[in-house]
């Protein structure tokens, strides 16, 4: 069983930056998608908005909220994934919660229908 656990994440000026980290634990698979969502108080009903990801064959998707402010990455020798953020936004304010599973990612990860989540980490952006 995988275990995910993240950290980073805080409180910065708009057009900052922060990153956040996501350790994967325990039978990691070969094949695997790995990404991150995130929860803002303006998405309408609070709905999880996946914003990058990053699968085993290295294929990157963002959302285009983040195109170009966001990087994804993975450090496969630590298990880890990071999510570095610049140019920060107040609209970017939320939780941040990683989420991996057993496939690739393909079009549908943004979905969010991924088996494994992080605990979450609070993201705020000040104006």
């Known amino acids: 069983q995988v275990q995910l656990v993240q950290s980073g994440g805080g409180s910065v000026q708009a057009g900052g930056s922060l990153n956040v980290s996501c350790a994967a634990s325990?039978?990691?698979?070969?094949?695997?998608?790995l990404a991150w969502f995130r929860q803002t108080p303006q998405a309408p009903g609070h709905e999880r908005e996946g914003?990058?990801?990053?699968?085993?064959?290295?294929?990157?998707d963002y959302a285009d909220s983040v195109k170009g402010r966001f990087t994804i990455s993975k450090d496969n020798a630590k298990n880890t994934l990071w999510l570095e953020m610049h140019s920060l936004k107040p609209e970017d304010t939320g939780m941040y919660y990683c989420?991996?599973?057993?496939?690739?990612?393909?079009?549908?990860?943004?979905?969010?229908?991924?088996?494994?989540w992080g605990q979450g980490t609070l993201v705020t952006v000040s104006s």
């Open positions: 989420a991996t599973d057993f496939m690739l990612c393909g079009d549908t990860w943004s979905a969010g229908y991924l088996e494994v």
């Open positions: 325990g039978n990691i698979p070969s094949r695997y998608c």
């Open positions: 914003i990058a990801a990053i699968d085993s064959d290295g294929i990157i």
